[in-house]
């Protein structure tokens, strides 16, 4: 069985920098294409990037970028999403997810997901 288990979050002010880790087990991580999600209160849960299987590809949603980047090591099988300049609309549960396709940046096609970690980001 996969396993996905995230770690990073916390409370930050805003402009404040965050690193999320995912560490996946269970299988090859370096078959799999990665995605951060999020869901904040009230709202679904919304794509916010991915990277391919062997680490090229790089998607983001236009809110985030040139503020967060997605990067993966496949010999520590971990997903990184390295969030700067954070802002108070960042504030969400952050998810890692797994696809058994080379990229996927839609919940649709994501396969597996660990069980989040709080970001909170104060004015």
């Known amino acids: 069985q996969v396993q996905l288990v995230e770690s990073g979050g916390g409370l930050v002010q805003a402009g404040d920098s965050l690193r999320l880790s995912c560490v996946v087990s269970?299988?090859?991580?370096?078959?799999?294409?990665m995605g951060w999600f999020r869901q904040a209160p009230g709202k679904e849960r919304e794509f916010v990037a991915a990277?391919?299987?062997?680490?090229?590809?790089?998607y983001y949603t236009d809110s985030v970028k040139g503020r967060f980047a997605i990067s993966r090591d496949n010999a520590k099988n971990t997903l990184y999403l390295q969030m700067n300049s954070l802002k108070p609309e960042d504030t969400a549960v952050y998810y890692c997810?797994?696809?058994?396709?080379?990229?996927?940046?839609?919940?649709?096609?994501?396969?597996?997901w660990g069980k989040g970690t709080l970001v909170t980001v104060s004015s």
């Open positions: 269970g299988r090859t991580f370096s078959s799999y294409g």
């Open positions: 990277i391919s299987w062997i680490g090229g590809s790089p």
């Open positions: 997810a797994a696809s058994v396709r080379a990229l996927c940046v839609m919940r649709a096609c994501m396969d597996y």
